[in-house]
C-alpha cells in the first residue's frame, strides 16, 4: 500500500508508522467491504499486522473510523478556511473556496464517501466533534455569502442564504460519491467549473 | 411496518404481498446497517416470515436490492421524463424536473441513500439495467441544457454542458444524505428553491 498525498496530508507525520498503516487499510477497506462488514481483523491483516498489535494503537473499528472522520473533516475545514484568508472580495473568496473544496472531494473521494456516509456509525463523543467541524463549514460559506450580499456582490434572499450554503457543500461532498480515476476532468478542472456553477448560483455570475 | 406512499409508488401493486413486505424490510434494514452487514435471514425476521419463505420470492439478499435499485431508477426517471413533458419551455422544464427530482430525493432519502450508494453491490446484469437508467436520467437533463442554449434562454458553454447537467443531477442525489424528518423545510420547499439555483446556474436565472 503506498499512501496517496491527499492521505498523507491528512495523518500529519508524527503519527508512529504501525498507526498509519492501520488508518490507511482501513479506508481501503471501509471503502471496499462498507464499515459495518469489516472486522479489526481485516483490517489488522491488510496492514500486516496481528490483531493484538492493532489495538495497541486503536481501542476498536469505531476508534478508526472516528481518527479518519476527524482528520478528514478538520482538513476540509482547514481548506476553507484557507480559501476565505486568500482575498478579501467575497467573489474571489467563493471561487477558491469551491475550487479547494470540490478538488479535495474529487482526489480524496475514496476518504470522502467514508466520512459523508459512516457518519452515524461514529461514537456520540466523535460525532459532536465531527458535527461541530461540518456546522464551521458550512458556517464559513454562509458568511462568505453574507458578506457578498452586503457589499451589493451576491444576490441571496436572507430566507435562503442557509440553503444556498448547504447547496454549496452538498454539491461538493457529492463529488466523491461519483468521482473516479476514469473521470474526463481533473479535480482542478472541475473546482474551476463547479467555482463557476456556484458564482452563478449566488447571483455573481 | 407501514408503506409510505413514496413507496407504494415504486412498488406497483401487482406485487405479492409478501414481496412488499420483503422489499420493506430489505430498505430498512440496508439503511439501518448498511447492505454488507444485512444477511437475508435478517429481512426474513423484519418481514415476519422465515428465510425459507424469502427465498420464493428472492433468490438472494442481491436479487432483492437490484429489485429496490431498479424500482427507484425506473421511478425517478419517469417522475424527470414526465416533468419535461409537462412544458415545451426549457426553463419551465428544468424547473419542474428539478423541484420534482429534490423532493423525491429529500421524501424518499432512505430509498434514495440505497439506490445510489449501493451501486457497486449489484450484481453485473442488474448494474447495466441501472447504469441504462442513470444515463437516461442525465441525458435528459442534458437535452432540457441543449434546448434552453438553441433558444437563447440559457447560457452554458457546450464543452461544459455534461459537467452541468451532473451538477444538476448531484445536487438532488445528495439531498437523500443529508435530509431527514428534522430539516426545516418540506420537500416540495426545497425543490422550489433548488430549481431556482439551477436556473441561475444555466444562466436563466
Chains 1, 2 share one sequence.
Do not use: C
Not at 102 to 110: K, L
Not at 187 to 205: C, I, K, N, W
Amino acid at each position: 500500500m503506498t499512501e496517496p498525498q491527499h492521505l498523507a496530508d491528512l495523518w500529519p507525520g508524527d503519527r508512529p508508522e504501525a498507526a498509519r498503516r492501520l488508518l490507511l487499510a482501513a479506508v481501503e477497506a471501509f471503502a471496499t467491504r462498507g464499515y459495518h462488514a469489516t472486522t479489526t481483523r481485516d483490517i489488522a491483516t491488510a496492514a500486516g499486522m496481528s490483531p493484538a498489535a492493532l489495538y495497541i494503537h486503536y481501542t476498536s473499528k469505531a476508534a478508526l473510523l472516528a481518527e479518519i472522520s476527524r482528520n478528514g473533516h478538520a482538513g476540509t475545514l482547514a481548506l476553507v478556511e484557507a480559501a476565505v484568508a486568500e482575498s478579501s472580495d467575497p467573489r474571489e473568496q467563493m471561487r477558491r473556496l469551491v475550487a479547494a473544496f470540490t478538488a479535495w472531494h474529487a482526489r480524496g473521494h475514496t476518504v470522502g464517501r467514508i466520512v459523508n456516509y459512516e457518519l452515524r456509525a461514529l461514537p456520540a463523543e466523535d460525532f459532536e466533534v465531527v458535527a461541530e467541524l461540518r456546522r464551521r463549514i458550512e458556517d464559513t460559506v454562509m458568511r462568505v455569502i453574507e458578506a457578498g450580499v452586503a457589499a451589493g456582490l451576491f444576490d441571496v434572499p436572507p430566507a435562503t442564504t442557509r440553503t444556498t450554503a448547504r447547496a454549496v457543500t452538498s454539491l461538493g461532498i457529492d463529488v466523491a460519491r461519483w468521482y473516479n480515476e476514469r473521470s474526463t476532468e481533473t479535480p482542478e478542472q472541475l473546482g474551476d467549473r463547479y467555482a463557476t456553477l456556484v458564482l452563478r448560483m449566488v447571483g455573481a455570475g
